[in-house]
C-alpha cells in the first residue's frame, strides 16, 4: 500500500511511514471513509493519497482524530472521509431540471459547479429529476436512485499531484430483500459512532454585503429572531438552523382553485402521476383544486401585479403553468373561487417548462392532500427599536414604575393566532422544535405542543414583502 499526505492546498508533505492500522469502509451509494493510526501527526484537512492492492487510487480528507498514548508514543487515529463527500457537499445547485435524458447527462448536471468529472457510467436508460437548491453530493445520490446505479469514485495520479477526479455510476447489483439483522442471533456486535463536527449547512449567500431579496421581493427580517424564536438566548444559535430547513406551501390567507381544462377524471390522474416532486424527503401532490395565497391573485389587478389576474399566466412552483379564466364572488362580493386552465407540457422538468411568462412563480397546495394546522405569526415584542432608553425615558418624564412605561411600548399586534390554515402532508410528522420554511412568508418551527392531530407552528422570521409594504 502506498500512502503520502498532502496539506488541505494538495502541496506534498510527504509519506506515511508509520503505519499500524489502516480500514476502508465503503457503502453502497453511502458513506466511504478511511481510518489509519499513525505517529504520524496531521492537521484536519489534510488529504490522504493512497494506492490499494488491486491498484486504484483513492483520495481521503482528514476530518477528525483520536489520540491515544502508548509505550511507542502518541497514536493518532484519523477519520478520514472520501475527498468526494467533502467536496461535493459544498458544491452548490441553484436550479438545474435534466428530463428524459441519460445517467450520464444526469450527472454531468448535477456535477456541473464542482471540479469532479463523470467517469464511466453505465446504460441504464432515460429519466428524469431535479436538482433545486442543494448541494452536488445528494444530487449524484438523487441520480443514483432515479436510474438505480452505484455510484463509486476514482483519481488520477501523476507524480505526487492527483489531476482528475471522476464520478462512476454501474449498474446496481442486487436488491434491498427486507433482511433486518438481530442481535445475538445472526449479529455479533454493534459499534456506534458519532461525529458532531463539521455541519454543512444549506447557507448560501448571493452578492456581497448587499441585502438580497427573491423573485417577489421578500428580504428577510432577522431582528425577529430574538422575540419569536421562543428559545432562550443560549439556543439562539439554534434558531438560525432555520436556514437548512425543510420548505413547504403555507398558504396563511388562501383562495381555492379549481382546474378547468382536464376533461376526464383519467386526466387529472395522469396530471398527477406526472407530477412527483422529492426534495427533502416529500412529495408534492398536485390536483385538480388548489389552495394559493389570498395575496397572490386581483381580480382588477394594478399595472405592475405580476401574479395571478385574469386573462394572466403564472407557474405554480415546481408545477405546471396555469392561466386564469374567471372568478366566484359571493354576494358581497368577496372573491372565493378561482377558475385556471393548466399546460400539461408546461410541467417543471419538461421541455415546455422553459416558456417565458410575464407572470410570477405561486406557491401552493393540493385541497385533495393538505392538512389543517394552527399557525402563530409573532411579529416584533416592541414597538421601538430600543426599548430600554425609550421606558427609561418614559419613567423620566412620567414618573412611573417600570410595569407602566412597558406597557406603552409593547406592541399590541405581536401575536397573531390563525387556526384555519393548510400545509403540505409531510409537515405533520415533524418533530417540535424542528424547522421549516413557509415559502414567501417566513420561516417556522413546529411548537411544543404540536400534535399530528393539531398541528401548531411558530414563526421566527418573517419575509418582508416589499409590494406590500408599497401599497399599505
Known amino acids: ?10 502541496a ?21 471513509a478511511l481510518s489509519i493510526t499513525t505517529l504520524a501527526r496531521l492537521d484536519k484537512g489534510d488529504r490522504l493519497v493512497w494506492r490499494d492492492l488491486k491498484g486504484r487510487w483513492h483520495e481521503n480528507i482528514v ?19 472520501t475527498s468526494a463527500q467533502i467536496e ?40 428524469g429529476t431535479n436538482f433545486y437548491h442543494t448541494n452536488a453530493w445528494a444530487a449524484i445520490h438523487d441520480v443514483a436512485g432515479t436510474w438505480g446505479g452505484e455510484l463509486s469514485f476514482e483519481i488520477q495520479v501523476s507524480g505526487t ?6 464520478v462512476c455510476m454501474a449498474k446496481q447489483v442486487g436488491e434491498d430483500n427486507g433482511k433486518r439483522f438481530t442481535y445475538a442471533k445472526d449479529l455479533v456486535s454493534v459499534k456506534r459512532s458519532v ?14 454585503s448587499l441585502q438580497t431579496a427573491d423573485e417577489d421581493g421578500n428580504l428577510p427580517q432577522l431582528q425577529q429572531v430574538q422575540q419569536a424564536s421562543m428559545a432562550p438566548h443560549s439556543d439562539m444559535l ?10 413547504t406551501r403555507v398558504p396563511v390567507d388562501y383562495l381555492g382553485i379549481t382546474l378547468d381544462n382536464p376533461t376526464s377524471a383519467e386526466a387529472m390522474a395522469s396530471a398527477e402521476r406526472r407530477l412527483t416532486r422529492i426534495a427533502d424527503k416529500q412529495n408534492v401532490a398536485f390536483g385538480r383544486e388548489l389552495w394559493i395565497e389570498r395575496d397572490d391573485f386581483m381580480d382588477e389587478p394594478e399595472k405592475k401585479f405580476m401574479r395571478m389576474a385574469p386573462g394572466k399566466e403564472v407557474r405554480l412552483k ?26 400539461p407540457e408546461s410541467r417543471s422538468g419538461m421541455p415546455g417548462a422553459d416558456r417565458k411568462i410575464k407572470g410570477k412563480t405561486l406557491h401552493w397546495v393540493s385541497c385533495a392532500h393538505a392538512v389543517k394546522a394552527e399557525v402563530r405569526l409573532y411579529d416584533r415584542l416592541w414597538k421601538v427599536e430600543n426599548p430600554r432608553d425609550e421606558m427609561a425615558a418614559i419613567r423620566d418624564a412620567q414618573q412611573c414604575d417600570a410595569v407602566t412605561a412597558m406597557k406603552q411600548i409593547i406592541n399590541p399586534d405581536s401575536l397573531h393566532v390563525l387556526t384555519d390554515c393548510y400545509v403540505e402532508e409531510f409537515a405533520a410528522g415533524m418533530k417540535p422544535l424542528s424547522y421549516l420554511q413557509f415559502q414567501r412568508i417566513g420561516y417556522f418551527n413546529v411548537d411544543t405542543d404540536s400534535t399530528p392531530e393539531h398541528l401548531v407552528f411558530n414563526k421566527t422570521v418573517g419575509l418582508r414583502d416589499t409590494y406590500a409594504k408599497g401599497n399599505r
Open 195 to 208: 461525529d458532531e463536527g463539521n455541519v454543512c449547512t444549506a447557507l448560501y449567500g448571493y452578492g456581497k
Open 63 to 81: 476530518d477528525g482524530v483520536e489520540e491515544e498514548r502508548a509505550s511507542a508514543g502518541i497514536l493518532y487515529t484519523y477519520y478520514c472521509p
Open 161 to 166: 499531484k492527483v489531476t482528475a477526479r471522476r
Open 238 to 247: 439554534k434558531t438560525m438552523a432555520m436556514l437548512v430547513a425543510s420548505q
Open 1 to 10: 500500500m502506498i500512502l503520502w499526505a498532502c496539506d488541505r492546498w494538495e
Open 88 to 127: 461535493l457537499l459544498g458544491d452548490y445547485l441553484e436550479d438545474k431540471r435534466p428530463y428524459d435524458v441519460s445517467a450520464y447527462a444526469a450527472l454531468a448536471s448535477a456535477l456541473s459547479s464542482s471540479r469532479w468529472q463523470v467517469g464511466t457510467v453505465a446504460d441504464l436508460g432515460q429519466a
Open 318 to 343: 415546481n408545477a405546471y403553468i396555469v392561466e386564469c379564466t374567471g372568478c366566484k364572488k359571493d354576494e358581497d362580493g368577496r372573491v372565493v373561487e378561482i377558475y385556471c386552465t393548466y399546460d
Open 12 to 32: 506534498y508533505k510527504g509519506p506515511i511511514k508509520t503505519l499500524f492500522e489502516c480500514e476502508d469502509t465503503r457503502e453502497v451509494n453511502g458513506e466511504n
